[in-house]
């Protein structure tokens, strides 16, 4: 966590000022975190590692006062983008199930977060910039003027409307089928229409794919280490 923190912001921590004021993981966490946005001039910061959609009953125990953006993305899409880098799952079948565990462990994480957990579509953010962003806004400062959104509105090169609904082009009929049969009662949960094409594979097709993702996950890892140069997208 701390290592992300430091390569996504280039700050200088004062860890002595911060040990100073508790020496628990929560307060440690925080110091860090305040003292990077009185370094870059900000009110309000947080951390956008995915992970933690897998883990906000715990999130929500050490930082009770924490809000939560849950950005779902139509995980058919999500699939698509998965097998363009090196260390996302390799086929449908484990990218559905992948995004349907996270879906659901996500929103089981939330039910203690009452008022303080607010889930938004992708493709609501780039097709309906201004009520999304005003939701988003007014959840996070609870205020009554929405500048961040205006400017989002106003700046249309930052949303790249075709990055949506690709898999209506890119994906298989048969790819398509498996990730329905997977997943699709999140996919509905989440809004998202259905092809109506769901086929179920056999075990002996899921075991093979999960052996399949398994070993080029770990291949491409091993790969990484041996070659820093191999970049992540295919």
Not at 86 to 108: E, F, K, L, P
Not at 121 to 150: C, K, N, V
Not at 213 to 226: F, I, P, Q, S
Request: with cysteine; hydrophobic share 35%; glycine share 8%.
């Amino acid at each position: 966590f701390f290592s992300i923190l430091s390569s996504n912001y280039k700050v200088d921590v004062d860890w002595g000022r911060i040990t100073s004021r508790g020496r628990s993981f929560a307060e440690i966490v925080k110091g860090v975190l305040a003292q990077i946005a009185e370094q870059t001039g900000k009110h309000r910061i947080g951390s956008k590692y995915p992970v933690f959609g897998r883990y906000l009953g715990l999130l929500n125990d050490l930082f009770p006062d924490c809000k939560v953006i849950h950005v779902i993305r139509d995980g058919r899409d999500c699939a698509l983008s998965h097998k363009r880098v090196t260390w996302g799952h390799q086929n449908t079948y484990s990218a559905a199930v992948h995004w349907r565990a996270y879906i659901q462990a996500a929103r089981r994480g939330s039910e203690a977060m009452r008022g303080r957990y607010l889930e938004i579509r992708y493709e609501d953010l780039l097709l309906e910039p201004e009520a999304t962003m005003h939701a988003l806004e007014h959840f996070i400062t609870g205020g009554r003027s929405y500048p961040i959104t205006q400017r989002f509105v106003e700046d249309k090169a930052v949303r790249k409307t075709e990055r949506t609904s690709r898999w209506r082009t890119d994906m298989p009929a048969s790819a398509q089928a498996i990730f329905e049969s997977v997943a699709g009662d999140a996919l509905e949960s989440c809004g998202y229409p259905l092809a109506g094409l769901a086929r179920k594979p056999s075990p002996i097709s899921r075991a093979g794919y999960v052996v399949h993702d398994r070993a080029t996950r770990e291949g491409w890892n091993v790969l990484r280490k041996l070659f820093k140069g191999i970049p992540e997208r295919k």
